[in-house]
């Protein structure tokens, strides 16, 4: 399968560059696979959609301000650095830029000292293990000193950083939002629950790699990032009662589908685990645990995409995508949504 069947033309213009004031205010796009319809609704009337017996998995991952702008002790250089993964304590490993200046050795401090780094190794690929030095809680020093480390596509400044995270987003670790969650608010959650509908929660910390390109040509050739997941037992047998009992498992989100497609062994049932997976899920892909879909508009020829024309089929995806173009849907991390049924 050629990677180019998943591209398509969508105007500069339609790539939102900022939030909704209101997040639930989105606009919602609604595909049908059964009776192949497309309903154009807002975000909050997806209640309408939901059945008592339906279980909604949310993931629960929180971003970092993983971006870092300091300079190196010894010359004042400027360098930038964008956590990737905590290897173990203070020790991460991070992206750099510029890279060929920054050598084991060298010292880099942010925040006016607030925080330094020793580069410790160069990976093959390029980055850098370091290990940081503060005083007080890691956490805080971060929140001080980061910057959320938005798409490339955004150029807008984001003034307000819990917009680049979900109202329910509790464990860190991303460097990016899982932004189908973007639109849901407490109020509208709550809704949800009390209409008898079930919310789980799971953990995908995702990586750099879900901006990256695909640069094969054949999809098949192409080789997927890593992300870590956990799902724990109670949340696995919850949703996994929720199933029994008749309702449907709707992901919220590709990264929540990554998770139960991970750990769901072909018989449907959903497994208790934690780990890093590689899955990559483009069609031909037989689901074992996701019956619905919701997730924004995703870039051209990117594995998210793929994602969901496996499950609601590459051509009709690429039918909704140009009618949401044609009625002027905002795009990409910060646009609007769907559900695909």
């Known amino acids: 399968m050629q990677v180019s069947d998943f591209d398509y033309n969508l105007p500069e213009e339609l790539i939102a560059q900022t939030p909704l004031e209101k997040r639930d205010e989105s606009r ?3 595909y049908n696979r059964q ?6 609704r807002q975000f909050k009337n997806i209640i309408d959609y939901l059945s008592p017996k339906d279980c909604l998995v949310l993931n629960n991952t929180r971003v970092l301000p993983a971006r870092l702008l300091g ?32 050598q084991p050795g060298h010292v880099i401090e942010f925040g006016d000292g607030l925080l330094e780094a020793n580069v410790i ?12 030095k503060y005083d007080g809680v890691w956490q805080e020093v971060l929140d001080k000193v980061g910057i959320m480390p938005l798409p490339p596509y955004i150029h807008s400044t984001l003034e307000d950083k819990e917009r680049y995270q979900t109202a329910y987003s509790k ?3 991303s460097a990016a939002a899982p932004t189908a969650g973007l639109h849901f608010t407490n109020e509208l959650l709550q809704k949800i629950q009390d209409k008898g509908v079930g919310i789980a929660y799971t953990t995908l910390h ?19 990032h890593s992300e870590f997941y956990h799902m724990d037992e109670e949340t696995a047998q919850y949703i996994n009662e929720r199933r029994a009992n008749g309702g449907r498992i709707i992901s919220v989100g590709t990264t929540s589908c990554r998770v139960l497609e991970t750990v769901t062994t072909p018989d449907g049932i959903v497994h208790a685990g934690e780990g890093n997976t590689k899955i990559f899920i483009y069609p031909g892909y037989k689901f074992k645990a996701v019956d619905a ?3 924004n508009f995703h870039l051209p020829k990117s594995t998210l995409l793929m994602l969901v024309s496996a499950l609601a089929g ?5 039918r909704f995508y140009q009618e949401a173009i044609d009625e002027r849907y905002r795009f990409f991390s910060f646009g609007d949504a769907s559900l695909i049924l």
Do not use: Q, Y
């Open 71 to 102: 300079n190196k002790k010894d010359s004042g250089g400027k360098v930038e650095f964008v956590l990737l993964k905590n290897i173990s304590g203070d020790k991460w490993e991070v992206l750099v830029n510029p890279g060929r200046r920054i």
């Open 206 to 224: 995702i990586g750099l790699g879900t901006f990256r390109p695909v640069k094969v040509d054949k999809l098949e050739d192409h080789d997927m």
């Open 121 to 132: 190794e160069r990976c093959a690929d390029g980055n850098r293990i370091v290990e940081f």
């Open 35 to 40: 009776t192949d319809t497309i309903e154009h």
């Open 314 to 318: 590459k051509e009709n995806v690429l």
């Open 293 to 295: 879909l919701i997730t």
């Open 28 to 30: 919602l796009l609604v």
């Open 171 to 173: 464990i860190n670790g």
